[in-house]
T-cell receptor
Framework: EAQVTQNPRYLITVTGKKLTVTCSQNMNHEYMSWYRQDPGLGLRQIYY???????DKGDVPEGYKVSRKEKRNFPLILESPSPNQTSLYFC????????????FGSGTRLTVV | GEDVEQSLFLSVREGDSSVINCTYT??????LYWYKQEPGAGLQLLTY?????DMKQDQRLTVLLNKKDKHLSLRIADTQTGDSAIYFCAEIEGNTPLVFGKGTRLSVIA
């Protein structure tokens, strides 16, 4: 089944403790992206990647890192999480053309206390 | 930059038609999408339309695109309680990232 898999689904952590949210897709998509969803703000892009070893900042990249060492994986790294990064995070992927839209993962609900 | 606007709430009775509206600012938008998000779930692509189209129909869903007014709409015929969700309009132009509206929460009253 074609899908984007994120882990974990839920995570509660403390301020300053480094964490990684994994994202993997099995559709051989070139394009991958991370979004965060917050009430009243909709979905905002954090980082995206057009292909292996190519990453670019989205609208809200501060406090996040990403890497794209392999085509299928696009982990989101929070080196020193803060409470304002408490949010619902989505990973998405698409073929290079993107005309048929993105496939989204099921989301990771992160709480930073 | 690009901006996509939607009304935040819509309430309809079961069996009626729902029309969710969206306006966008980028006249170069190439592809436009409607996504559905059910409670506790990710975003599911409902349908898409290319900028060279005016209308697309897929079972109960009808998408209308008015490029002159930069207006996109999604009509759901015979709305059911299972259609209750948040609906996001989104657009892409060239190599720019997918830009989402803030979403319209559709409530279906039985």
């Amino acid at each position: 089944e074609a899908q984007v898999t994120q882990n974990p689904r839920y995570l509660i952590t403390v301020t300053g403790k480094k964490l990684t949210v994994t994202c993997s897709q099995n559709m051989n998509h070139e394009y991958m992206s991370w979004y965060r969803q917050d009430p009243g703000l909709g979905l905002r892009q954090i980082y995206y990647s057009m292909n292996v070893e190519v990453t670019d900042k989205g609208d809200v990249p501060e406090g996040y890192k990403v890497s794209r060492k392999e085509k299928r994986n696009f982990p989101l790294i929070l080196e020193s999480p803060s409470p304002n990064q408490t949010s619902l995070y989505f990973c998405a992927s698409s073929d290079y053309d993107r005309r048929y839209g993105y496939t989204f993962g099921s989301g990771t609900r992160l709480t930073v206390v | 930059g690009e901006d996509v606007e939607q009304s935040l709430f819509l309430s309809v009775r079961e069996g009626d038609s729902s029309v969710i509206n969206c306006t966008y600012t980028d006249s170069s938008s190439t592809y436009l999408y409607w996504y559905k998000q059910e409670p506790g779930a990710g975003l599911q692509l409902l349908t898409y339309i290319f900028s060279n189209m005016d209308m697309k129909q897929d079972q109960r869903l009808t998408v209308l695109l008015n490029k002159k007014d930069k207006h996109l709409s999604l009509r759901i015929a015979d709305t059911q309680t299972g259609d209750s969700a948040i609906y996001f309009c989104a657009e892409i132009e060239g190599n720019t990232p997918l830009v989402f509206g803030k979403g319209t929460r559709l409530s279906v009253i039985a």
